[in-house]
């Protein structure tokens, strides 16, 4: 059984450090690329960034690049999201999810596996 396992979320003051981690079981790591994903409260869930398979290729969405980043540990089966100077639109849901390819698409739809989440809130 594939399962993702976020973790690290937590409330934190504008301008503070987050390191989500998303632990994954149950699959060969290494074959799959790594998307994170958010979700605020009454917005639809929106790409973050994503990591290929030998974190060769690694994305960003314009809202969190130069803030966030993402790399991965594949003995450890981890994928991390570095969060730094966190802004009160940094408020989510965070998801991490899988796909079975080299590089890590910005479509939701193209992922096989979704961990439930961890929530992260920002305040000003």
């Known amino acids: 059984q594939v399962q993702l396992v976020e973790s690290g979320g937590g409330s934190v003051q504008a301008g503070d450090s987050l390191r989500l981690s998303c632990t994954a079981s149950g699959l060969t790591f290494r074959n799959y690329a790594v998307g994170w994903f958010r979700q605020a409260p009454g917005k639809e869930r929106e790409f973050v960034g994503g990591?290929?398979?030998?974190?060769?290729?690694?994305s960003y969405a314009d809202s969190v690049k130069g803030r966030f980043t993402i790399s991965r540990d594949n003995a450890k089966n981890t994928v991390y999201l570095q969060m730094n100077s966190l802004k009160p639109e940094d408020t989510a849901d965070y998801y991490c999810?899988?796909?079975?390819?080299?590089?890590?698409?910005?479509?939701?739809?193209?992922?096989?596996?979704w961990g439930r989440g961890t929530q992260v809130t920002v305040s000003s």
């Open positions: 990591i290929s398979r030998l974190s060769k290729i690694i």
């Open positions: 999810a899988a796909d079975d390819a080299i590089r890590a698409p910005a479509s939701q739809q193209e992922y096989d596996y």
